[in-house]
């Protein structure tokens, strides 16, 4: 499975965008990208994922670069609530998967 | 609603005690995954089975071992429990290109 890295930290200020970005060079064909967020004490949440194409939902959207090799996920107007850990991790479409997270970017929303 | 749950919230388990955590789904899902998550170093999983009576070993298995007798339940065991054993262990089931789901997390103390 291919392995992601992330910024450690990120600030943003209340009510702008925020653009949290993971790099996942060597992801293959057969990779989905996914994005959870955890918010402190509580277990991960299901954001959004991709396989190529660029994705919105009413959390979030997902941006993926041509090459795949990385990707950004907006949230278009932070709020407090959104303070949390953002985990990029990349996933086979099917098959048996380890499903591995790394250590994610904890953003901090400013009021 | 979908749901992963944890059989505890807060455990407190003293040196060289068994200890045993109950995780169950209620969604049919084949894959079931167990992780420890300590400060600074993000979820690491430590095992997972992809159906019944099947396990593979994640990044740190040792200390631990697991058991998948029905799909339902996927139990984690600590043979022998020692202190840099204590941490939050959470568990995600999923099926084939599905989101993971997360149970709400035991957190673990060993004395």
């Known amino acids: 499975d291919a392995k992601t890295t992330q910024p450690p930290s990120m600030d943003c200020a209340e009510g702008r965008a925020a653009n949290l970005p993971c790099n996942h060079s060597t992801i293959s064909g057969n990779e989905y990208v996914y994005w959870y967020r955890q918010i402190h004490s509580q277990g991960p949440q299901y954001i959004i994922h991709g396989l190529k194409n660029n994705e919105t939902n009413e959390m979030a959207s997902l941006i993926i670069t041509e090459d795949r090799k990385s990707s950004t996920l907006i949230l278009p107007h932070a709020t407090l609530r959104d303070t949390a850990v953002y985990y990029c991790?990349?996933?086979?479409?099917?098959?048996?998967?380890?499903?591995?997270f790394g250590t994610g970017t904890r953003l901090k929303v400013l009021a | 609603d979908v749901k992963v749950t944890q059989s505890s919230r807060y455990l407190v388990k003293r040196t060289g005690e068994k200890v045993f955590l109950e995780c169950v789904q209620d969604m049919d899902h084949e894959n079931m995954f167990w992780y420890r998550q300590d400060p600074g170093l993000g979820l690491r999983l430590i095992y997972f089975s992809y159906d019944v009576k099947m396990k593979e070993k994640g990044d740190i298995p040792e200390g631990y071992s697991v058991s998948r007798e029905k799909k339902e339940r996927f139990s984690l065991i600590l043979e022998s429990a020692s202190t840099n054993q204590t941490s939050m262990y959470l568990c995600a089931s999923l099926r084939e290109n599905t989101e993971a789901f997360f149970g709400q997390g035991t957190r673990l103390t060993v004395v």
């Open positions: 991790i990349v996933r086979l479409t099917s098959g048996t998967y380890k499903y591995i």
